[in-house]
């Protein structure tokens, strides 16, 4: 497919081109087409650039965004339906895609490589997920022989599970051979052999390849084993194209969970399945710590303030914050009664099946019982795996393990923050097809929550859809340079020929006429 790039160009020529020949004439008639505007104002910004200096690359990202922009907004404007909830009506015209270039070198094999990298991961199962994944892209760039990551033990969730007790670490080295060389530990013949201990660093948040191969790779080559502690988020956001598509090759595919995990998180997804043919999966993360580092007060009174108040000085830097201002700027999770608010009044009906994933609540069911009013369909991995979980519940990571199997596998995921399952989910959803994933606009719908009791349901329903407007997870929210790669993995996402889109649609129209 080329360089992959989520762009819409060729889809609103198919538009233009007359592609749907049963319009009405006076929708056919365009006085202008759009082909011909952008290209004016190409033109335009290529005039423009001889005097201000701007790049090809950026009148190129530039013109790419305004067909993107046209080509959704000509679509909403033909069609005039309400979005569909449950899935995106464009999701057919992407498919995820990180197969490695023609030019992209095999792995340095272990004897030729330039020594052994060390990694210590850092925070829960989806942050450290983040770690292990540019890790392995960290490891290309240095030449280097991946020794399996190291999981935090010390971190808040307190879990001595180690890389094999949560990934199947066999099928994670075969299916990276091809790019990076990675071995279970430092051969005991070699680390006998050294003079001194491996080399400990930590290196900066979000540093560039240049910073590894500057700083990193010499001391590499000087001690021949070096350990990366407190390892997440440490790889710049925009990165080469092909490091960034090993990037979806080692999260998207050779991160896979072991046999135990898998097979619980499946059976759980079978028996929502079995109550209903599709679900929503909603990751609350309502647990007391997210709650006290937001800095944001939830109305549980002088209770509430003491009790997060002493949470929160587990961390020694964060600043004192206004929680009505945080508020106001969106920084703060919704309740699960807004978060129930927000679904019925996207259209989600009372007998919707809901999945919640999440850890302790705070305030237990308390807090709970508003949202099991507005869907009494409310399931949790508890209620659906009763004996089948005791052998997981000492571990966090693995109980997080199976709720994001179910969430991944939902035909909804609503997030209810910004943090890492949120964004790693929500990544891998739009690689797999773009399937619909739920962001709470909370700026927005912060104020209109507060203003809820001033207005009748209807007015209230049609404010929401508003306000979630580009928080839907629509194909047209990826653009390259917009938040994590993680979240959105926009050098991985293809654009399908139309011919095929076109082939598969009258195949579905065949079959639904033989009903």
């Known amino acids: 497919m080329g360089v992959a790039k989520v762009s819409s160009a060729a889809l609103l020529q198919h538009q233009n081109g007359g592609g749907n020949n049963n319009k009405p004439a006076a929708q056919q008639r365009k006085p202008i087409s759009w082909t011909v505007v952008c290209g004016f104002l190409l033109f335009c910004l290529g005039l423009i650039s001889l005097f201000t200096g701007h790049v090809a690359s950026d009148l190129e990202w530039y013109s790419q965004r305004l067909v993107k922009r046209s080509f959704f907004s000509k679509l909403e404007g033909i069609n005039r339906v309400p979005i569909d909830i449950w899935k995106s009506e464009y999701s057919s015209y992407f498919y995820g895609c990180s197969q490695r270039g023609r030019n992209f070198a095999p792995a340095v094999p272990q004897r030729l490589s330039n020594g052994y990298l060390l990694i210590g991961a850092s925070g829960g199962l989806n942050q450290q997920r983040t770690g292990i994944t540019d890790a392995v892209v960290v490891a290309r760039i240095l030449n280097a022989t991946l020794v399996v990551p190291e999981l935090d033990h010390h971190s808040y969730w307190k879990d001595d599970s180690d890389f094999v007790n949560i990934f199947d670490v066999d099928w994670f080295i075969s299916y990276l051979a091809k790019d990076v060389t990675i071995v279970k530990r430092v051969p005991d013949k070699f680390m006998r052999s050294m003079e001194k201990p491996p080399y400990t660093m930590r290196v900066p948040r979000k540093s560039a390849p240049e910073y590894y191969l500057d700083q990193v790779l010499p001391i590499l080559l000087r001690r021949h084993v070096v350990q990366l502690t407190k390892f997440d988020y440490r790889l710049a956001n925009d990165i080469d194209e092909e490091l960034q598509r090993l990037r979806c090759r080692v999260n998207y595919h050779a991160l896979r969970f072991t046999k135990p995990i898998e097979k619980l998180g499946q059976k759980l997804v079978m028996r929502m399945r079995q109550m209903a043919n599709r679900f929503i999966a909603v990751h609350l993360r309502f647990e007391p710590d997210m709650l006290a580092f937001s800095g944001c007060y939830f109305g549980g009174g002088d209770k509430e303030r003491h009790e997060l108040g002493e949470i929160r000085k587990r961390w020694e830097t964060l600043p004192d914050l206004s929680a009505d201002e945080e508020r106001k700027r969106g920084k703060c999770p919704l309740t699960p009664h807004e978060v129930g608010l927000m679904l019925r009044g996207l259209g989600f009906a009372n007998d919707t099946y809901l999945y919640v994933a999440s850890g302790e609540i705070y305030g237990g069911d308390d807090t709970l019982r508003p949202l099991r009013e507005l869907f009494p369909n409310f399931y949790t991995k508890e209620m659906l795996a009763n004996e089948e979980l005791k052998s997981f519940l000492p571990y966090s990571s693995r109980l997080a393990a199976i709720d994001y199997i179910v969430c991944d596998d939902s035909d909804v ?89 076109q082939t598969s649609r009258s195949g579905e129209q065949v079959g639904g006429n033989h009903g």
């Open 413 to 501: 995921f609503v997030t209810n923050n910004n943090g890492n399952m949120a964004k790693i989910l929500a990544g891998r959803r739009r690689y797999m097809g773009h399937k619909r994933t739920i962001r709470p606009n909370a700026k927005k719908l912060s104020a209109l929550f507060m203003a809820r009791d001033k207005m009748d349901w209807d007015t209230f329903s049609r404010k929401v859809k508003i306000s979630q407007r580009g928080f839907m997870g629509e194909p047209d929210e990826m653009r390259p340079g917009r938040g994590e790669f993680h979240e959105y993995p926009y050098s991985c996402i293809c654009q399908k020929p139309i011919s095929d889109v």
